[in-house]
C-alpha cells in the first residue's frame, strides 16, 4: 500500500470533507447509493447508522436468516418486505434496481462465496475484513468483480479514520523523522460458543479478526510492504475455546528500508489497540487506535507535546467508508482500499501463520 502525500491528501479529503460539508456528494451526483445489508450482526448494526448518517449513501435490502429481526430492522430503515432477503434466494437481487452495492457482513469464510454472487447479480461489493480464508477466495473474489465490471472494497475503516490519517500525515510530512520501530496489537477475551471460535467459519483466531488491524496499520504507517515475517502463537487457556484456532500471536516484520514492527494479538485477554511509532526525531502513539470512537493521538515530536483526541462518536467511521465507495461508485473511481488491499493481508497473515507452525 502506498499512501503519499498526495493520496493522504485526497483520502483525507473525501472523508473528512463529506463529513464537514454534509451533502457534498449528494449534490454532486443526486441519488443515493442503495447497499443491500448481508449478515445482520454485531458490525452491520454500526454501519446501517453510519449509512444513514451519509450524503450519499441508503440502506435499500436486507439479507438475513432471520425473517423476524429483518423486518424489525427493514421497519426502522423504511424498507419493503419485498427487498428482504434469505441467503437461498439472494441471487434474485439482480432484480431489485434499488440495490447498488451490497455490504458483506457474515462470518469471514462466508465472504467469498457472497462476494462473488453479488458481483454475479451486478451488484458493487463492500466485503468486511479479513477478505476471506484464503488467497485463493481472495483472487477469485478479485477475478469476479473484475468480470462483472463492479468495484470490490475491503472495509478497512482506519483508511477513512481522520486520526489514524494523520499519524500518517506526520509520518509523511517528515515530523517523526526516520521511523525506526512501530509496535501494534490489538486482541480482546473472546467469549465460547461463537463462530469466530470455528476454523471452518472465521479461518483462524485473532490474528484474521483483529491482529490484522496491528499487520494493516503498520504497512500504512510505513507505506511499505514487509519482507520479512517471524511469529509465534499459543494457546495457554484449556477450556474449550481454542481446540480449533489459535489464542495469541505475536509477530515481527522488517521493512525494506529497515523500519521493524513487533505486533501483538489475542483472544484471551482485554487487549485495547494501538500502535506507537518511534522515529529518530520523536514518537507518537495513537491510542486507541481501531476502535469506534475515542481514539487518542499522542507524541513528543522535536522537543514538542502532540495530544489530540478525537471526539467523533460512533458510527462516524462506517458513515466515511460508505461516502466513500459510494463516492468512488457515483465517479467512476477505485476505493483507496480495494479487493488487493485485502489480498495483501491475506497473503501476510498465511505467512504469519507459517512461521508460527500453523496450517490454515
Ligand atoms: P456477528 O456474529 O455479530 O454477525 C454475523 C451475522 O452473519 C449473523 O448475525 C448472521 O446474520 C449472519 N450469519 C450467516 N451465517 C452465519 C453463521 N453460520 N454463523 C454466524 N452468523 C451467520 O459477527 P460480526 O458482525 O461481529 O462480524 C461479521 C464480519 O464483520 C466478520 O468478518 C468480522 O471480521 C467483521 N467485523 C468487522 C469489524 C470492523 O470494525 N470493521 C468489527 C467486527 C466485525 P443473520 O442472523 O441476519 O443471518
Known sequence: MEFTRRD???IAGMGLASQMVPGLHAAESGAKVGYAVIGL????????????????????????????????????YGIPASSIYGYEEFDRIAENKNV????????????AEYTIRAAKAGKHVLCEKPMAISVRDCEQMIAACKQASVKLM????????????????????GEVGQVQVIESAFGFNAQAGQWRLSKAL???????????????????LTGEE???????????????????????VTWTMRFPSGIVSSCSTTYGAPMAGYFRVHGSKGWLEVDEAFSYEGLHLRGKLSGADLDEPNTARDPSHFQA???????????????????????????????IYKSAGISI
Do not use: W
Open 321 to 351: 467508508e460508505a461516502e466513500h465507495f459510494s463516492h468512488c461508485i457515483q465517479n467512476g473511481l477505485d476505493p483507496k482500499s480495494p479487493g488487493e488491499e485485502g489480498l495483501r493481508d491475506m497473503r501476510y497473515i498465511t505467512q
Open 41 to 76: 450482526g454485531q458490525i452491520a448494526g454500526h454501519f446501517m447508522p453510519g449509512v444513514r448518517d451519509s450524503s450519499n449513501s441508503q440502506i435499500t435490502a436486507l439479507v438475513s436468516g432471520h425473517r423476524d429481526k429483518a423486518e424489525r430492522i427493514a421497519a426502522q
Open 226 to 248: 514487509p519482507k520479512e515475517i517471524a511469529a509465534y502463537a499459543s494457546v495457554i487457556d484449556r477450556d474449550g475455546r481454542f481446540n480449533e484456532v489459535e489464542e495469541n
Open 154 to 173: 475491503i472495509a478497512y475503516r482506519c483508511h477513512y479514520e481522520p486520526t489514524n490519517l494523520r499519524a500518517v500525515e506526520l509520518i509523511r510530512s
Open 202 to 220: 472465521a479461518g483462524g483466531g485473532p490474528l484474521f479478526d483483529v491482529g490484522i488491524y496491528a499487520l494493516n496499520a503498520c504497512r500504512y
Open 8 to 10: 493522504f491528501a485526497k
Open 100 to 111: 447498488q452495492a451490497v455490504y458483506v457482513a457474515l462470518p469471514n469464510s462466508m465472504h
